[in-house]
Nanobody, 124 residues
Framework: QVQLVESGGGLVQAGGSLRLSCAYSGRTFSSSMGWFRQAPGKEREFVAA????????YYADSVKGRFTISRDNAENTVYLQMNSLKPEDTAVYYCALDIYVRDSYGIASSYDFWGQGTQVTVSS
């Protein structure tokens, strides 16, 4: 049974930083973890992903250079460090696990398990 538990969301001013955490448990070896976000009235969009076996990282153009995804193997946790936040980053952020490593890291339907979501609000 795979479980994903997110934390770290909150309210921050534009230009500030937040770090989101996604603690995972269960059958997660050889997986890929992604972060997605969904703003009100918008579709869920890809933010970043990490492939566990290779450590390869992927980012959406909108966050490249500002966000960093990383993994702590010992803590079974994936982080999303978000710097230089903008009001348009406001959304519910979700972590998701692809246990079959489909390599379609930007497509939400490629992921098998999802966290509950954490709200990030960036004020101007």
């Amino acid at each position: 049974q795979v479980q994903l538990v997110e934390s770290g969301g909150g309210l921050v001013q534009a230009g500030g930083s937040l770090r989101l955490s996604c603690a995972y448990s269960g059958r997660t070896f050889s997986s890929s973890m992604g972060w997605f976000r969904q703003a009100p009235g918008k579709e869920r969009e890809f933010v970043a992903a990490i492939k566990f076996s290779s450590g390869r990282l992927y980012y959406a153009d909108s966050v490249k250079g500002r966000f960093t995804i990383s993994r702590d193997n010992a803590e079974n946790t994936v982080y999303l460090q978000m710097n230089s936040l903008k009001p348009e980053d406001t959304a519910v952020y979700y972590c998701a696990l692809d246990i079959y490593v489909r390599d379609s890291y930007g497509i939400a339907s490629s992921y098998d398990f999802w966290g509950q979501g954490t709200q990030v609000t960036v004020s101007s």
